[in-house]
Every structure is written in structure tokens, then in C-alpha cells.
């Protein structure tokens, strides 16, 4: 990595997102902290200031195409590039999701959170992320994405409820994953998908049974890589997840 380290993480102001700006604050990197609540990306700053970390606040919202160009604006301004951007803003839609039961509307707007925003935040980063010296991209994903884990037999344990909108934006974000180490195979860019396993946060009502520092530690894995390190992979803190 550089000698300045720059990172954006989405959904920085709480839970996870939070723990991951927490984390690579304490290698001494700058990182800014994308949230589209003013009060609540405020105080996570604040916070993280206060714990010593170099953070910034970011306004990002992932859905909306000039919060996200403003965003790669600012944070070239505040920071002059950018080496790490990690993906984690994401909503569930809501429960329950049984396919013979949901609202289309519903799919409609986990995908443009999970998935269009994603594209969307990406791009708009990827002209820092070229003239960094070691880029990574890190999609917060969940296991709950994995087909294979899906479709267990009667005798296994399947992964997750069901859930017709969150899970398959997961599939479709780990698609997505792929196709950019597809076109970006040819440049010193590494982007791997990561699970943080079922971890207690607001997403879930807090019925998950890791805390978000341990639901964060793959996010900091993934974004100190080296430069020989994986791209166009799914990974778990056990190893990689079965597609």
C-alpha cells in the first residue's frame, strides 16, 4: 500500500460499515465515511476521531446518481485519491420475502441498494482507484448469496430464510463481482466479494450471533491484500465461499 493509505467505506455510521472504518483507521489509514444521514455519518466521525483515526465524513447515497459523483469529488478533495473502497451499504427490504408473497416493488429496491449502488459508487471511484499504486475493492456480500449453500439437500443445513429480494441481490452482487475482475484482469486492481457472517446489527434486529468488529475483520482482510493477492473471489473468515 501507499504510505498514505486513503479508504471510502459506504454505510460507514454504524454497525459493520462502522468497525471496517474503525479498523483500517487503526493502520493509520485516512478513511472517509460515506452515509447519506448528516447526523449519523457526523458522529460516527466523531467517534472515530475521538479513537484516533484520521476520518472524514462522506455524504453518499448510493441510490442517487450526483450523491455518488459528489462523493468522488470530495473525497479527492479531502483526500487527493483514493486506494480502497469498500462496498458494504446495504438494506434487506424488509421481512418476510417468500417468493409467492413479496411486493416486486420490494426486489426493485434491495437491488437498486445492493446492486445498482454498488455499480454506481464503483464507477464513479474507479478514476482515484486507477492512480492508486495498490487499489482494492471490497462488495460486502453474505453467504446467504451462495447458490450452492441455497440449494442443500433436505439433510443440510441451508443458509439463511428465504428471502426472494436480500438473497439473490447477494447472487447477483457476487455476479456483478465477477464481471468487474473480468474487465479489470489487465490492471493492477483487486475486487473480492467477503461475507461477514450472521453478525447482530439493525439489519437483522440484532439476532445475529458475531459482533460487528468480527463481522468486520474480512472487509480488512480483503482490503490489505497483496499485490499477488485474489481477485474475482467470495470469501469467509473460514476461507472461500462455494459460489
Do not use: H
Not at 51 to 60: H, K, R, T
Not at 64 to 87: H, I, K, M, P, Y
Not at 131 to 138: E, G, L, N
Not at 194 to 221: H, K, M, S, W
Amino acid at each position: 500500500m501507499s504510505e498514505r493509505t486513503i479508504a471510502l467505506v459506504t454505510g460507514a455510521n454504524k454497525g459493520i460499515g462502522y468497525e471496517i472504518a474503525a479498523g483500517l483507521g487503526a493502520l493509520g489509514w485516512r478513511v472517509g465515511v460515506g452515509a447519506r444521514d448528516d447526523q449519523r455519518r457526523e458522529t460516527a466521525v466523531e467517534k472515530l476521531c475521538a479513537a484516533g483515526v484520521d476520518a472524514f465524513g462522506v455524504p453518499l447515497d448510493v441510490t442517487d446518481d450526483a450523491s455518488t459523483t459528489a462523493a468522488a469529488r470530495l473525497v479527492e478533495e479531502q483526500a487527493g485519491g483514493l486506494d480502497v473502497l469498500v462496498n458494504n451499504a446495504g438494506i434487506t427490504g424488509g421481512m418476510p420475502q417468500e417468493p409467492t408473497r413479496v411486493d416486486p416493488a420490494t426486489i426493485r429496491t434491495v437491488v437498486e441498494t445492493n446492486v445498482i449502488g454498488v455499480i454506481r459508487v464503483t464507477n464513479a471511484m474507479l478514476p482515484l482507484l486507477r492512480s492508486s499504486s495498490a487499489p482494492r475493492i471490497v462488495n460486502m456480500s453474505s453467504s446467504v448469496g451462495s447458490l450452492t449453500r441455497q440449494s442443500g439437500t433436505a439433510g443440510e443445513q441451508t443458509t439463511g430464510p428465504v428471502a426472494v429480494a436480500y438473497a439473490p441481490s447477494k447472487t447477483f452482487l457476487n455476479a456483478v463481482t465477477l464481471q468487474y475482475a473480468r474487465e479489470l484482469s489487465d490492471t493492477n486492481i483487486l475486487i473480492n466479494a467477503g461475507c461477514p457472517g450472521f453478525v447482530a446489527t439493525d439489519l437483522n434486529g440484532f439476532r445475529g450471533v458475531r459482533t460487528p468488529g468480527q463481522g468486520a475483520a474480512i472487509a480488512i482482510e480483503l482490503a490489505t491484500l497483496p499485490d499477488d493477492g485474489p481477485t474475482g473471489r467470495f470469501f469467509e473468515d473460514a476461507g472461500v465461499v462455494p459460489w
